[in-house]
């Protein structure tokens, strides 16, 4: 640790009352905390305020005048409290979100105590090295190619943003335009291939990026929301390359897996980008059981993929991770130049050089700090506990007739429906009501769905046994 000569500031009183005060406002912080999360499995997991008493614990005129740093974070405590959502509860399943892990929550904390710029190399030297390691262990638990570059991004909407634009500048570039100097507007056009089952984020990285909804073709998918890649192949062939293709590791509803070593196949033939939205799904490929790493088989052969931190590995949000393989077209789509900035080469890693933002926050820390704390075992059983339920409960759930799973089960998502779309409406409004569980509905290929995501704290064996029973008794009592 270093030491500073404090000689001077010890003499002067205010500076010890600070220190006082500094101490007693983080050990109180730390205790709201830890209080928060013991609690938070006996807790209901829905948000208990109103719009309305939020916005009265929150609201009044701009203070005139402040108050104790102590006196602030009490009043943060007391009207959040009534508005916050049991995310990090084993009772939330409404949607694909992680639940905080408690050494990713400490790195955290550090992180914004250490106030570090991580920008570039020389801002936090610290921050820098930390996201070269967590980023080869990512690759390493991901099984992708360990020459890949990693961008710390704040989730996967710019993971994929990231990625796109380094597949854009790059593809172009094989069109013998440079987009760097001659932008968008005039440059050949290219064609893109997408799922129709693609995620929504998908389309909005595309239309920041300049490629609007009508340019896109559209590819087929089968019942279970993967691409077809026989749609695919009669698509590719008739809009030649070089293209950019994107293929999804795990549906939002489904769990399902594209056929990758076919996908990239067929964009080979062409000279086309293959980007996979991995955002949850990709984690298979750390699993510890053979079957579920083969679900993602091939998909190391893309050229990017965009994949969450705060999903399935319970990164404190905001993380996700820009994965491209070619790592100079990564650079050349993000890297900003300035007289004080360098490349990576010639003063370490450059963070910056890999996301949109320059000044951000030392992302890297806690993914660092979780990997650290799970090791890769730690990581295949989160990634394997959370399959294990969704296959436990799904089978539990399908032996009552009326209830059906519409879709075959592939990792940690469920969709559910029941009798037909008013029943299915019906049981997730019962069980919102019960409050017990955290439960959403979403609509998908045109039905209504009971949607379960088991992706945030792991549940015990009578949690499980409880969710079934809760969903099976609120339907049987519609029935009745
Ligand atoms: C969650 C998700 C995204 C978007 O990720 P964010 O972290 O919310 O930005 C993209 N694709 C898929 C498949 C997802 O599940």
Redesign the pocket.
């Known amino acids: 640790m270093q030491t500073h000569d404090c000689g001077k500031l010890n003499s002067d009183k205010e500076a010890k009352l600070s220190d006082l005060e500094l101490e007693t406002l983080f050990s109180f912080t730390a205790e709201e905390a830890a209080a928060y999360r013991k609690s938070a499995g006996s807790n209901s997991p829905y948000a208990k305020g109103s719009r309305d008493e939020l916005r009265a614990g929150f609201g009044g005129p701009l203070p005139e005048h402040g108050v104790s740093n102590r006196t602030a974070i009490e009043a943060l405590v007391r009207n959040a409290g009534p508005g916050l959502v049991g995310t990090v509860s084993p009772a939330a399943f409404g949607w ?1 979100m992680g639940g905080s892990h408690p050494a990713g929550v400490a790195a955290d904390w550090l992180t914004s105590a250490w106030g570090q710029n991580a920008g570039i190399f020389q801002t936090t030297p610290a921050s820098a090295v930390a996201e070269e390691v967590a980023a080869s262990w990512l690759l390493d638990l991901l099984g992708l190619p360990s020459e890949a570059s990693v961008g710390f991004t ?7 943003f990231t990625c796109l634009a380094a597949a854009r500048g790059e593809i172009l570039r094989r069109y013998g335009w440079d987009i760097d100097a001659d932008g968008l507007a005039q440059s050949p056009r290219f064609p893109i291939f997408l799922s129709e089952e693609a ?1 929504t ?2 389309y909005a990285a595309l239309r920041y990026l300049g490629f609007g909804r009508r340019g896109l073709i559209a590819v087929k998918s089968d019942e279970d929301g993967r691409m077809d890649a026989s749609d695919l192949e009669a698509k590719i062939r008739s809009a030649p390359g070089p293209g950019l293709v994107i293929a ?1 590791a ?3 509803n489904s769990g399902a897996m594209d056929d990758f070593s076919r996908i990239c196949a067929l964009a080979q033939e062409n000279n086309s980008w293959v980007h996979v ?5 990709l984690w298979a490929r750390a699993s510890g059981v053979n079957e579920r790493r083969n679900l993602c088989k091939g998909a190391d052969q893309a050229d990017s993929w ?1 994949v ?1 931190g ?2 399935w590995l319970q990164v404190p949000y ?1 993380c ?1 991770y820009a994965i491209v393989r070619d790592a100079d077209a990564h650079q050349r789509a993000m890297s900003i130049t300035a007289s004080y900035l360098n490349r990576d080469s010639e003063d370490g890693r450059i963070p910056s050089a890999y996301v949109p933002e320059l000044s951000r926050r030392a992302r890297g820390f806690a993914t660092w700090s979780i990997i650290k704390a799970l090791g890769r075992t730690g990581v295949a059983e989160l990634v394997d506990g959370a399959c294990d339920t969704a296959y436990e409960i799904a089978e539990s759930l399908a032996a009552v007739s009326g209830i059906e799973i519409i879709h075959k089960v592939f990792l940690n998502q469920i969709a559910l429906s029941f009798d037909d779309d008013t029943m299915t409406q019906n049981v997730i409004e019962v069980l919102q009501e019960q409050g017990k569980w955290f439960v959403k509905g979403a609509v998908w290929k045109g039905r209504n769905v009971l949607r379960l995501s088991f992706i945030s704290a792991p549940m015990t064996d009578s949690q499980k046994r409880e969710l079934a029973e809760d969903i099976i008794a609120a339907y049987k009592s519609l029935t009745a």
Request: charged fraction near 15%; proline fraction near 0%.
């Open positions: 694909v704040t989730g996967a909407t710019m993971a994929g995620h984020t998908i999804q795990g549906h939002i939205d991995g955002a949850f799904g965009s969450d705060h999903k905001d996700g």
